[in-house]
């Protein structure tokens, strides 16, 4: 069903609104009167009048009709007006309320209430628990705010974030096109906001802070299309343990895994920003027309500001753009004796406003981001420099502008859509972002289990080492030489035809973590197999024993996240796997190249690629996409393998744990 009778309707009712100007029904009314040209109905049981309007009892007392309910009453009275609206044939509504599911068991059901009752009218519902909404129509939230008509726009679960970023948007002279505050998402959810934002001819960019995503498999589905048409941008909140438990008492949303959710706005090919000054960053980036890219030259008139920028640039694997030779002679005619022609180029500290311009002039045509930098001295102003950037305009230029009168400078840059910023830092990690924005995909996920792999897996609820060994095999993934003994001599026959040395280790009915059982044995020799077995049994009767491999130990896992289902992990392996926790995920199915990205992440490849081993990285990648379909294929709901060694043979999966 549309959205469009919520955010473009032709007339409006408040129910709840108030003669108390302190009242938020009041404060919503009134910033309707003064942004809003259609009709306008207040609605309340007590008054004849509203700010000279007149009001009406209920909403179906109103003689003509209403596109959007604005509600805002007591929760106990929710419902009531709901069945109200649905008499009335209202198509939309934004319930103000809160007290519903974020506050537990009883507000769920009166939210759950809520909602079945606006669905029997085709009502499309934003909330509960929301600030509001705003549009280039008009302002419906309870926010006191002098919102500058722009192309941003903000879709906020967060009514408290939501009302920051209007002041920010105000203090930064930041144009907003929408301000949607989701709320409870119980109804419109933030995936149908973000497709139809996408559409929007007024909107430039869409920035998003989410605390949990009310549908995975919709999100994943619908947010590709919209990011193909403009720039996305996620914050999320929840990302530590007791950031997700405030979620939970917040907006009522499950927060789900942080490291699931950058990989899923990674899948849909949005930008994932980890603070709020990256976030509001990047908005002088998608409002400017400057074309930005990851080569950069930096000019500046202060060399440790050069130097600062260029170690910046170096932690965002940003490219420092070489001069070339014939440009090289140009700048070596303005500059000073002791300034050589290189990136940073420096001006040095004696550099005015000519030089500036002398120097933008000569480079300007240069395929790059042009990063001018003025630290303001006696000999040069921030304001000066600023003016003479604006010649240069579409060529790729960013300001950082630093002194006595940056603040102006900033405005000079700033109505001329040209990106400015204070730090160099801010600028370049902003760049960054912008620069390494991923491609969207999506991810059809169809189960294809192999026969085998079911009558293997069918009924469990999780399998035995031997088992995951050879579910491990039946999917095309190699493991080590293995076999299993229940006895000293089966041990020896079992050993002897693998070839020595070998591995030793328990192998118990129930997925176990087996080196903290201290039931790993390695380097097992011919005339050791019996005592090490007899030493073994004691833990587990069964032991397994295999072809003892070298390589580097890699972990590969797989979830079943709440939110976005089937997901994929990679990682260092072996006993450091949780200490050094530098893990990528993917969401499943993963590609080939999306393998590849996750082992760069995780720093996996540079592990397998140091001193030129030649350890098959090809392998790894084949084994992390069929475990990212095989998951799927049997609706695995946890397992590692762990550790996988990759060598110069391929990748080996040694011991696999798997619940379903």
Not at 30 to 55: C, D, H, Q, W
Not at 518 to 536: P, T
Not at 551 to 568: C, M, R, S
Request: charged content about 25%.
């Amino acid at each position: 069903m549309s959205l469009d009778p919520l955010f473009r309707p032709k007339s409006i009712a408040v129910v709840g609104a108030s003669r108390n100007r302190e009242k938020i029904g009041s404060i919503i009314l009134r910033n309707l009167m003064t942004t809003y040209r259609g009709k306008i109905f207040p609605v309340n049981n007590k008054a004849e009048t509203i700010e000279g309007m007149k009001s009406y009892k209920t909403l179906k007392e109103i003689p003509e009709e209403v596109d959007l309910a604005i509600i805002s009453v007591p929760r106990q009275f929710s419902v009531e007006v709901m069945e109200d609206a649905v008499e009335k044939g209202v198509k939309a509504s934004i319930v103000i309320t809160s007290g519903f599911k974020e506050v537990g068991e009883e507000g769920a059901k009166l939210e759950d209430e809520l909602i079945s009752t606006a669905r029997k009218g085709g009502i499309r519902v934003l909330g509960p628990n929301t600030m509001g909404l705003i549009s280039p129509d008009f302002n419906g939230t309870f926010a006191y705010a002098n919102v500058q008509r722009g192309e941003i726009a903000l879709v906020v679960q967060s009514g408290g974030i939501g009302a920051y970023m209007l002041d920010w948007a105000q203090r930064t002279r930041t144009g907003i096109s929408f301000l949607v505050s989701m709320g409870n998402q119980a109804d419109v959810k933030e995936y149908e906001v973000i497709d139809y934002l996408s559409k929007d001819p007024e909107t430039r960019a869409i920035f998003v802070y989410l605390e949990g995503v009310a549908d995975g498999e919709k999100f994943l589905d619908v947010v590709p299309d919209a990011v193909s048409r403009k720039p996305v941008v996620f914050i999320k909140g929840g990302a530590t343990a007791k950031g997700a438990e405030a979620v939970k008492t917040h907006t009522g949303s499950l927060a789900g895994s942080y490291e699931v959710f950058k990989a899923a706005i990674n899948t849909v090919g949005g930008i994932f920003v980890e603070d709020l000054s990256d976030f509001l960053n990047l908005t002088r980036f998608v409002t400017s027309p400057e074309p930005i890219k990851s080569d950069i030259l930096v000019v500046t008139n202060s060399g440790g500001h050069g130097v600062l920028t260029s170690d910046a640039l170096s932690r965002n694997d940003l490219n420092m753009v070489d001069i070339p030779e014939r440009i090289k002679g140009d700048l070596r005619k303005i500059l000073p004796v002791t300034s050589l022609p290189k990136n940073p180029l420096d001006l040095s500290g004696d550099a005015g406003r000519d030089r500036y311009a002398e120097a933008l002039k000569i480079v300007q045509d240069l395929d790059c981001t042009k990063l001018v930098i003025v630290q303001s001295l006696p000999v040069v102003s921030c304001s000066e420099v600023a003016k003479v950037l604006l010649n240069y305009k579409g060529k790729g230029v960013v300001g950082i502008m630093m002194g006595i009168d940056e603040d102006s400078a900033l405005r000079i840059l700033e109505s001329a859509s040209i990106p400015a910023f204070n730090f160099p830092e801010a600028a370049v990690k902003a760049i960054k972002y912008l620069t390494s924005k991923p491609n969207p995909r999506k991810k059809i996920r169809v189960a294809q289990p192999i026969s085998s792999a079911v009558e293997l897996t069918k009924g469990k609820e999780y399998l035995t080492d031997y088992e995951a060994l050879k579910l491990m095999e039946i999917y095309g993934i190699k493991t080590p030489k293995w076999g299993i003994a229940q006895s000293e001599e089966e041990a020896q026959r079992v050993a002897d035809n693998i070839g020595y040395p070998v591995v030793m280790k328990i192998s118990a009915d129930k997925p176990v973590h087996k080196t903290e059982m201290k039931g790993v044995i390695m380097n097992v020799e011919k005339d050791m197999v019996k005592s090490v077995y007899k030493e073994l049994s004691q833990i587990t009767k069964r032991v397994m024993i295999q072809e003892q491999l070298t390589g580097l130990e890699v972990f590969v896992g797989g979830i079943k996240d709440p939110v976005f289902g089937h997901t994929v992990l990679v990682g260092s392996g072996g006993i450091y796997v949780e200490v050094l926790k530098n893990v990528s995920y993917g969401i499943s199915p993963v590609y080939e190249d999306e393998a590849l990205e996750m082992l760069k992440e995780s720093k996996v490849h540079d592990m397998l690629t140091a001193r030129k081993r030649g350890y098959d990285e090809g392998s790894l990648i084949r084994t992390l996409v069929t475990v990212s379909r095989m998951i799927v294929d049997l609706n695995v709901k946890e397992m590692d393998i762990n550790p996988l060694i990759v060598n110069e043979k391929g990748a080996f999966a040694v011991d696999v744990r798997i619940l379903f």
